[in-house]
């Protein structure tokens, strides 16, 4: 996630100005909580613990949720931004001209994956697992989650330009990590990712997280993997980054994106790669972010 420091960013800035947030944080790096046991560590109230907690939930850095306990329900705070880049120079933007789209993880336009691998609703699994047939099963574009032991998955982002205007810049926010068979956490994997056949980068993630149960993640869902890394790739006319961190020098202009031409987005987990250790995704109503694959095109 990159962070502006500007003034429209000030509640995300504002929670790392008290030393009780960082010490919420700091606890909640070791494992999930609830507010009275947070009280307990602090040495403070509930109360007081509740409006930090609000505060950390509004920046996006925790989210909580609401479980049943032997007297009512409990509100269990779990950290769930991995990481952030504060940008303290910060373009100047001549316009705001651009358009979102958000695609579920389940509606991709080809792929070629090998087991270990499968796909996964908000309700059921879909086919069967380690049967890479079932990516064609009609079923595929209500996954939730999909995961595979090598390979890619790719993805059409609609082009909306109209006449002279051309693409300065591509941002992709999507949730993924690794994928071992159950889960290991310590599981590297070099993913690489491309637009329009042009390589972005590889970034290499460092696990399949299974220890902590996915905030959004279906109760009913046993088999491993939890969650994964909320991650964001972006290409303008500079160079290509993944969470503010140059990862190639591909610029927007070589990615020869044509007019009326849908842009082609693929993720790959090669079976060649030094670290090959699968990709697992992750859209709403699973994994730690109720988001499917979030992209802005600037214009």
């Not at 049943?68 to 120079?89: D, V, Y």
Request: overall charge negative; proline content about 4%; aromatic content about 10%.
């Amino acid at each position: 996630m990159n962070i502006e420091v500007t003034s429209h960013n000030i509640k995300f800035l504002e929670c790392f100005a008290s030393d009780t947030r960082i010490k919420i944080i700091e606890l909640l790096n070791i494992k999930p909580m609830n507010i009275k046991e947070l009280a307990e560590a602090l040495g403070i109230s509930s109360a007081i613990v509740t409006k930090h907690i609000q505060k950390l939930e509004e920046a996006l850095i925790v989210t909580t949720e609401s479980v049943p306990s032997t007297r009512g329900r409990q509100k269990i705070c779990h950290l769930t931004l991995e990481s952030a880049t504060l940008q303290f120079r910060v373009k100047e933007k001549k316009d705001q001209n651009r358009y979102a789209v958000s695609i579920p993880i389940g509606q991709y336009s080809s792929y070629e994956v090998k087991p270990t691998c499968g796909l996964s609703s908000d309700t059921k699994i879909i086919g069967m697992v380690d049967d890479p047939r079932y990516f064609s099963d009609p079923e595929h574009v209500k996954a939730c989650h999909l995961w595979f032991g090598s390979g890619y998955i790719e993805y059409r982002i609609p082009n909306y330009l109209v006449g002279k205007q051309s693409v300065r810049s591509i941002s992709i926010s999507l949730e993924i990590c690794s994928e071992a068979p159950h889960y290991n956490e310590n599981w590297p994997s070099d993913l690489s990712f491309y637009l329009n056949d042009s390589c972005l980068g590889v970034w290499t993630c460092p696990g399949d997280f299974g220890a902590v149960k996915g905030v959004y993640t279906p109760a009913w869902w046993e088999l491993g993997t939890q969650h994964g890394l909320l991650k964001q790739i972006t290409v303008d006319s500079e160079g290509s980054y993944i969470d503010g961190i140059r990862m190639s020098d591909r610029t927007v202009e070589d990615l020869a994106i044509g007019y009326g031409e849908d842009i082609r987005f693929r993720i790959c987990a090669p079976e060649t790669a030094t670290h090959s250790g699968g990709l697992s995704m992750f859209g709403k109503q699973f994994g730690n972010y109720d988001q499917d694959i979030q992209v802005y095109v600037a214009y």
